[in-house]
């Protein structure tokens, strides 16, 4: 389905909106969850301002950075200086976090229910909550994982250890040259398992995540769906928000919903059969849950 022709809804409707969710939620045989960085966002996640300030000022000061996003991109000179950047960068948004109130509302609210998650975020947020990990498909990665930077190999390595002493024995924004990462195989520098380029690493565990979520599609076809969009924009449409739409339009039974500040839209084409409604994520799943 096209991206044209899109149908929005005012922030005056948003309470009959989440009304009409709740009974949605309420009368569907499954739920398929599409989240982007707009939950882990309304989570506090957030990559700029006080918290970016709070861990990474020296790096501010230093080289001129000024969010946790555009960091990741800055063409260190050394590797010394990269990891101590990037191990921080994972330490604060994989292992020293808990889980954000939206994602454990969103828990209670998926309940009982036969349900999947398919999400772009890297965070683990999902896992942390408690929600299954077989009902999960991370498609752009996880923080928790490094590859070969040539890719040179289909396999994907754990970091929580070394990122742990990275970050204890990092001094002036650098990490000790013997705590350098490479690759076991052919000796390259290891790098993030996160989708940026061609080389992005879709290891074992992602091709079996990938097969669950497509059986899962494939097993609600004809169900009274309930396609719940969280969060997601329009940068990379193709991966949640313009499948959804798909299988709202194909399958007569489903529901659309979408939750989004500012970006709460559908095809007019399932307008009748959508519920988009414009506010704060974390707000609008805490109505939902009382």
């Known amino acids: 389905m096209s991206l044209p022709n899109r149908t929005s809804f005012s922030t005056a409707d948003a309470s009959a909106q ?71 960068h994972i330490y604060i948004n994989r292992y020293n976090v808990s889980a954000g109130q939206p994602y454990l509302d969103l828990l209670h609210l998926v309940g009982e229910r036969e349900s999947f998650v398919l999400t772009t975020n890297v965070d683990h947020q999902f896992q942390i909550a408690g929600f299954n990990r077989e009902r999960l498909f991370y498609t752009q990665g996880d923080y928790g994982l490094w590859q070969c930077a040539k890719a040179c190999h289909p396999r994907t390595y754990d970091n929580e250890s070394t990122v742990r002493r990275m970050v204890r024995e990092q001094r002036d924004m650098r990490i000790p040259t013997e705590l350098i990462p490479r690759c076991p195989v052919c000796g390259a520098p290891m790098t993030m398992n996160l989708r940026c380029d061609a080389r992005f690493v879709e290891d074992e ?14 097993e609600h076809a004809g169900a009274r769906l309930l ?40 095809p007019a084409e399932i307008a009748q059969r959508s519920i988009c409604i414009d506010g704060d994520l974390a707000e609008v799943l805490a109505r939902l849950r009382a």
């Open 227 to 266: 396609l719940l969009e969280l969060g997601v924009g329009f940068n990379t449409p193709g991966i949640i928000k313009a499948p959804f739409w798909r299988m709202a339009a194909e399958n007569a039974r489903a529901t659309y919903a979408c939750i989004n500040l500012g970006e709460a839209v559908c």
């Open 18 to 88: 989440i009304d009409r969710l709740r009974e949605a939620l309420e009368r569907a045989d499954a739920v398929l969850v599409g989240a982007g960085a707009g939950l882990s966002t309304a989570a506090g996640m957030t990559y700029s301002g006080a918290r970016f300030e709070k861990y990474f000022s020296d790096f501010a000061q230093k080289y001129g950075i000024r969010d946790i996003y555009s960091g990741g991109f800055y063409p260190f000179e050394t590797l010394e200086e990269y990891w101590a950047w990037w191990s921080r």
């Open 205 to 218: 565990g992602w091709h079996a995540a990938q097969a669950r979520y497509a059986a899962f599609v494939r």
